[in-house]
């Protein structure tokens, strides 16, 4: 194989894996940590698969020495992990919890001793138990407290973090925690749901600033969104996936990066319509300047209509007769989502026009597989090392084509908690047998080390 086959990447393009608290950390009360909604919702029953709970998950609060060598055996220059704001503040607000803070510092410590820069969330989904009492994402308190939390982390840690993300995905908060109750905290209200959307990013903007004010280097800062491409079956379905893209992407990206959310979403959708919510002011806080824009993503998303309501095989009704399709022939992954690199090119070239001027990282892309360990101990997970492949090549296209991405973090460095999915998905580049805690580099893992030893993919 000639290297000029080779896909190369810009120099200087950091190549990472990410994780997220809940789903690795175990530990639930440790060293004075509050509980999260987490917590909480995943000890409730048939919330969750198979009623799993993060109580251990990947124990990597006591573990991650042996994750940390997992890094180094992929060779990566970053690891993007979240802050469990319980942990840092037990109920939320108030006083810092020393000893939370001190393992991030053990954790950062390590990293950067071994030459892997640390991306640093911080929220990823386990909002205190305390917070949601009071109402949680759906009360606009929370966003100085948000800030508040965001200041005491960049003192304790922008000594030695450098880069910050604010938020993983805040419609699926908004939509998965308050509007379908799917996620923690479980609770299905539009109102709610609405108000959240807002409120997420009120908290985004004024903890930008927060971070930038408290942090004793300077902080670069941004926020992680899961973008979609949705794709309309027939011309039936072209103003619906219009709808869909206002409500999923348009919700985030329009108030962060214009100011205004979109004129054609309803009041069940769009703050702007709601009595009292939006304040003056409040868009200024949003359109904060950030250094870079995260994206998260996984797969397209098709819309139908039928007429008669009724969602056939592999449908998700998503309305009276709107429904989320799955086009017959298409691959899809153990989660049932759609394998379309396609789009993901789509995606970020759109983001090229619609965000210019912005930084793009690609703070999660992934896929989950069945995996299985062989009699010779190894993981051979082709689909997943497939899929790998033919994303990296869609960011590699998205680059040749204009678009900025500084980045690609792989989703995940290791199987872990998936939520309502509990341990039955797994998305590890590293296999973890939830038994015994040994993790094994899968086959996927070795090619994503050889890539980012490359920097480049190999050749056909
Ligand atoms: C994303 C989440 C991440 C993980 C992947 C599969 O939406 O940010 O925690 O669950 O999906």
Not at 115 to 141: E, F, N
Not at 435 to 446: C, F, N, V
């Amino acid at each position: 194989m000639s290297t000029d086959d080779q896909l190369r990447f810009p120099d200087g393009f950091l190549w990472g894996a990410a994780t997220a608290a809940y789903q690795i950390e175990g530990a639930p009360q440790a060293d004075g940590k509050g509980p999260s909604i987490w917590d909480t919702f995943s000890h409730i029953p048939g919330k969750t698969w198979h009623g799993d709970t993060g109580d251990v998950a990947c124990d990597s609060y006591h573990r991650y020495p042996e994750d940390v060598g997992l890094l180094q055996r992929l060779g990566v220059g970053a690891y993007r992990f979240s802050l469990s704001w319980p942990r840092i503040q037990p109920d939320g607000r108030g006083q810092a919890n020393q000893a939370g803070l001190d393992y991030y510092r053990r954790l950062v410590d390590l990293l950067l001793e071994k030459g892997i820069t640390p991306v640093v969330t911080l929220y990823h989904w386990d909002l205190p138990q305390a917070l949601q009492d009071k109402g949680g994402w759906a009360t606009r308190d929370i966003a100085d407290l948000f800030a508040d939390y965001a200041a005491i982390a960049a003192g304790a840690l922008g000594d030695r973090v450098h880069r910050w993300v604010t938020l993983n995905e805040p419609w699926v908060v908004a939509t998965v925690g308050y509007r379908d109750g799917r996620h923690a905290p479980g609770i299905a209200d539009p109102a709610q749901a609405v108000a959240a959307n807002h409120h997420l990013l009120l908290a985004h903007g004024r903890s930008v600033a927060a971070l930038r004010a408290a942090s004793p280097s300077p902080a670069q800062a941004g926020i992680t969104l899961n973008l979609a491409i949705f794709r309309p079956v027939s011309d039936a379905a072209a103003d619906l996936a219009e709808e869909l893209d206002a409500r999923h992407n348009g919700a985030y990206l329009g108030p962060l990066l214009r100011g205004a959310y979109p004129e054609r979403l309803t009041a069940d959708y769009s703050p702007a319509k709601v009595e009292g919510l939006v304040h003056a002011g409040d868009f200024g806080v949003i359109t904060e300047p950030v250094d870079f824009l995260g994206v998260n993503f996984y797969a397209p998303l098709y819309a139908g209509i039928r007429q008669d309501g009724e969602p056939r095989r592999g449908e998700e009704l998503i309305g009276p007769h709107e429904v989320l399709v799955q086009p017959e022939g298409m691959p899809v992954t153990a989660m049932n989502w759609l394998v379309d690199a396609g789009a993901f090119r789509e995606l970020l070239v759109r983001l090229r026009d619609e965000a210019a001027g912005l930084a793009l990282y690609v703070t999660e892309n992934g896929s989950s597989w069945y995996d299985y360990v062989t009699q010779d101990g190894t993981v051979e997970d082709y689909e997943r090392l497939e899929y790998l492949r033919d994303h990296l090549t869609a960011v590699h296209q998205a680059i040749a084509e204009g678009t900025d991405v500084r980045g690609y973090f792989a989703w995940s460095l290791l199987d872990n908690f998936e939520w309502a999915e509990g341990y039955a998905k797994r998305f590890g580049l590293a296999y973890v047998d939830f038994g015994t805690q040994r993790r094994i580099l899968k086959r996927s893992g070795e090619f994503y080390a050889g890539v980012v030893r490359a920097n480049a993919l190999p050749g056909s």
